[in-house]
């Protein structure tokens, strides 16, 4: 595919010496960004550095502070993503906004910007089928929509863009819930978007990806732009370096324990079922251990019943056969809180609906899943000093630095998911659950995890890691087991498999 060198171009938007400030964080400082036809601009930097502030401010979703807007160097005022809109600059967020009762169809309808009260249903379907076929976007435009997998619905997503006539395209972190297959058929999407002229900027935390599908990139380093070059001139190490203003440690193997099979393992599924209506997946025959000290890493693309293991694990689902020990004792069907008592941690996979309470603060939060812990008094009073000093100690361990008077809405997206790994962690769980932990987390924080979590066995913890990143579950897990539809398909000791079969078994393209 050609580089192209729009340098020598007017670029279709510039934003000048943007600035915009939240109590206490200058998010943005005198940005200048520029983005040109043709082109798939990254826009990189680590958790909280500005990347989804500077583009809601393109969507008019924030008004900037100071700074200006040109498109093809005349200003431009926007106060709201209907100006934005106008202005051709659609956005998809990180979590969609769709209407999961309506069909495709309707829901891209409801975004036309000459949508008539009464609309002809037909036109609709030949325009999204139309652009589907140009550029890879199948999808059927009569399904409803909560049937649909989240890389379908980020399909829909980009439908309704282009035929909301956007030629500049912001994707906040679009390959964040992706399975690996998917994020090959966006790139290739937003390739022919390229060749037809679209603008792109992509944020995106995988420098694989920044390599795959990028022409020039942009790094924020608190707030400020640390530098903008062509994708031929970049390479991992000065990325590194330019985010962080360092280099990062390799993720060393600690040494781990070996785990004997003669111990209490710390979760024992035999032969667990579950039942589920409408769209989720049931779980067939499950049987599963993990020792003290063990990783066991569940591969499969999201929807394969990970969820519903997670869940059925933790409580909030019921088996309908089988049995669940954990440390040796029978918590079948036991509630949710005495599971917690006993010692499990639970990273659900989405941390902003299922695990936390917005109108509470990140301190607040934090007590949520520890009220017994911190209650003094007979239940009257939190002690909030012991709170802040256990969660601070796990914080500074792993290298964090989100604030804990703050509501979790005004968190950045890693610093959010960073908040539910500290809340969970601190209390040195025995069994840890983990969905999808490293999602949305820059460079550097996913090293410190991965390390906690190798820290956390060599302690006499399991973790059941589910991912659907296969080189932190290679990395990691002591053995990997494949979910699909439900059911586990194999099981490998990560030396004895490729990265190549286990991601065919995920999409269920190989027999076992
Ligand atoms: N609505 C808000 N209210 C208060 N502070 C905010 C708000 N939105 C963002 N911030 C703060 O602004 C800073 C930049 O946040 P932003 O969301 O732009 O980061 P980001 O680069 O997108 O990070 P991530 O990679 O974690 O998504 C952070 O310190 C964040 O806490
Ligand atoms: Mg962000």
């Not at 829901?107 to 036309?112: E, G, Q, V």
């Not at 007979?378 to 909030?384: P, V």
């Not at 659950?433 to 820059?442: N, P, S, V």
Request: hydrophobic letters at 40%; charged letters at 25%; aromatic letters at 8%.
């Amino acid at each position: 595919m050609p580089i192209t060198t729009g340098a020598h171009s007017l670029p279709i938007v510039s934003m000048r010496g943007i600035t915009k400030s939240f109590p206490n964080v200058l998010a943005n400082d005198d940005i200048n960004f520029d983005i040109f036809e043709s082109e798939i601009h990254a826009l990189l930097g680590e958790n909280g550095a500005g990347k989804s502030t500077l583009m809601k401010i393109l969507y008019g979703f924030y008004r900037e502070d100071s700074g200006e807007i040109l498109q093809r160097n005349k200003p431009i005022s926007i106060k709201s993503p209907q100006d934005a809109r106008n202005y051709q600059i659609g956005m998809v967020f990180q979590d969609f906004t769709q209407i999961p009762a309506f069909s495709v169809l309707e829901n891209i309808a409801l975004f036309l910007p000459d949508l008539q009260p009464v609309y002809k249903q037909k036109e609709v379907e030949e325009r999204i089928t139309e652009l589907a076929e140009r550029y890879g976007l199948h999808v059927d435009p009569y399904t409803i929509v909560s049937k649909l997998s989240i890389g379908e619905q980020q399909k829909v997503e980009i439908l309704k863009l282009l035929l909301s006539d956007a030629r500049l395209l912001i994707l906040d972190e679009p390959t964040r819930v992706l399975a690996p297959h998917e994020v090959e058929a966006l790139f290739e999407v937003l390739d022919n978007l390229r060749k037809d002229g679209y603008a792109i900027v992509i944020i995106t935390h995988k420098f694989k990806e920044v390599f795959a599908c990028s022409d020039r990139i942009t790094v924020l380093r608190e707030g400020r732009v640390a530098d903008t070059m062509l994708r031929t001139e970049a390479n991992e190490k000065i990325l590194i370096r330019m985010m962080f203003a360092k280099e990062l440690p390799e993720l060393q193997a600690v040494q781990k324990i070996d785990h004997k099979t003669e111990d209490v393992p710390v979760l024992k599924l035999t032969n667990i079922e579950t039942f589920s209506e409408g769209n989720t997946v049931s779980l067939k025959k499950i049987n599963l251990e993990i020792f003290p000290g063990e990783i066991v890493g569940v591969a499969g693309v999201s929807g394969n019943g990970q969820k519903e293991l997670g869940d059925v694990i933790l409580g909030m689902e019921k088996s309908v056969v089988g049995e669940k020990l954990l440390f040796g004792k029978d918590f079948t069907n036991r509630a949710i809180r005495e599971i917690r008592r006993s010692g499990v941690g639970f990273i659900p996979e989405n941390p902003l609906l299922m695990a936390t309470t917005p109108f509470m603060t990140v301190l607040e939060n934090m007590v949520l899943t520890n009220t017994d812990r911190y209650s003094r008094h007979g239940g009257l009073k939190i002690d909030w000093q012991a709170v802040k000093t256990d969660y601070q100690m796990t914080q500074e361990e792993l290298g964090f630095t989100f604030p804990f008077y703050s509501m979790p809405k005004s968190l950045s997206g890693g610093n959010l998911q960073k908040m539910v790994i500290v809340r969970e962690m601190t209390h040195d769980p025995r069994l840890l659950i983990a969905l999808y932990i490293t999602r949305g987390l820059d460079a550097q924080s996913t090293i410190a995890v991965h390390r906690a979590l190798l820290q956390s066995c060599e302690n006499g913890a399991g973790v059941l890691l589910i991912s659907e990143d296969l080189e932190e579950l290679f990395a990691l897990s002591d053995r990997l087991i494949v979910l699909f539809k439900g059911e586990i398909v194999d099981t490998f000791q990560p030396s004895e498999t490729t990265m190549y079969k286990v991601g065919h078994l995920m999409t269920g393209a190989l027999g076992s």
